[in-house]
C-alpha cells in the first residue's frame, strides 16, 4: 500500500533528477566550448579587427583595454588585417567613449584614421550592433575578435549572430589574469547559456534594461 503511496512521488524525484542533470551537463558543456576558445589562437588574415570595449581610465585606455589594443595592433601590423573597429560606450564620468579613447591610442601607436572604426555599446551585444551597418557598407564580413580570453566564445556568438565570420584572437598577458578568473568563466557560462536559448540580442535588452553592469566587455 505504501509503495503505491509513494510511487507518484518518487517519479516525480526522478524526473526532476533527470532534468537537473541536463542542465548541469548543458553548463558543464558550455564552460567547455568557453575554456576551448580562450584558448583558441587563429593565425589567418580577415577583412577587420574587432576589439570589444571595456572600462577607460579618463582619456586612457584602463590597462585591460591597452591590452585588448596592443593585440589589435600586433594583428594590424603584421596586415593581417587592414581596419581596427573600436566598440564600447560611456560609463558615468566618462569623458569620452571607449571607442574614442581607443581610436585615439591606436592613432598614436601608427594606425591611419581612415583604417579605424569606432561604434558605441554598453555591452557585447550593442557592441557588434553599433559597426554592423558600417561593416556591410563596407562589405565587410570575416573579422578577428579581441577581447580577454573568457569572453572571447560568446563574442564570437554574437558577432556570427549578428552575420559576420568571426574567429577568435584572446588577449595573451590579460591583466584580468591578476583576478580570481573563476567568477569571469562562470559568469560567462551562465550569460552563455541563457543567451543561446533566450537569444544573446533579448539577454542584452533585460540587462540594460535592469541597469545590469557586466564587466570586462558585457
Known amino acids: ?15 526532476l533528477s533527470a532534468f537537473l542533470t541536463l542542465i548541469l551537463l548543458y553548463f558543464a558543456v558550455t564552460f567547455g566550448q568557453i575554456w576551448m576558445t580562450s584558448h583558441e589562437h587563429s593565425t589567418g588574415n580577415a577583412q577587420a579587427i574587432l576589439v570589444f570595449g571595456t572600462t577607460a581610465d579618463g582619456l586612457t585606455p584602463s590597462p585591460e583595454l ?12 603584421t596586415h593581417r588585417a587592414p581596419l581596427i573597429v573600436v566598440t564600447g560606450g560611456k560609463r558615468p564620468g566618462d569623458l569620452e567613449t571607449e571607442a574614442q579613447v581607443s581610436a585615439t591610442y591606436l592613432k598614436s601607436h601608427g594606425v591611419p584614421a581612415r ?12 557592441n557588434v550592433t553599433s ?10 564580413v570575416h573579422v578577428i575578435t579581441v577581447t580577454d580570453p573568457f569572453h572571447e ?46 537569444g544573446y540580442g533579448t539577454l542584452s535588452h533585460w540587462t540594460t ?5 557586466l564587466p570586462f566587455g558585457g
Open 66 to 77: 591597452a591590452a585588448r589594443l596592443d593585440d589589435a595592433l600586433q594583428v594590424f601590423h
Open 1 to 15: 500500500m505504501l509503495r503505491l503511496i509513494f510511487a507518484p512521488v518518487r517519479l516525480v524525484f526522478k524526473i
Open 153 to 198: 566564445y560568446r563574442a564570437v556568438a554574437i558577432a556570427s549572430a549578428q552575420g559576420l565570420s568571426a574567429v577568435p584572437t584572446p588577449v595573451e598577458n590579460s591583466p584580468t589574469s591578476k583576478y580570481s578568473l573563476w567568477r569571469y568563466y562562470l559568469k560567462e557560462t551562465l550569460d552563455v547559456g541563457v543567451g543561446r536559448i533566450i
Open 209 to 213: 534594461s535592469h541597469g545590469v553592469t
Open 131 to 140: 559597426v554592423i551597418t558600417a561593416l556591410r557598407t563596407r562589405h565587410i
Open 115 to 126: 583604417d579605424i572604426i569606432e561604434g558605441s555599446g554598453a555591452d557585447t551585444w550593442q
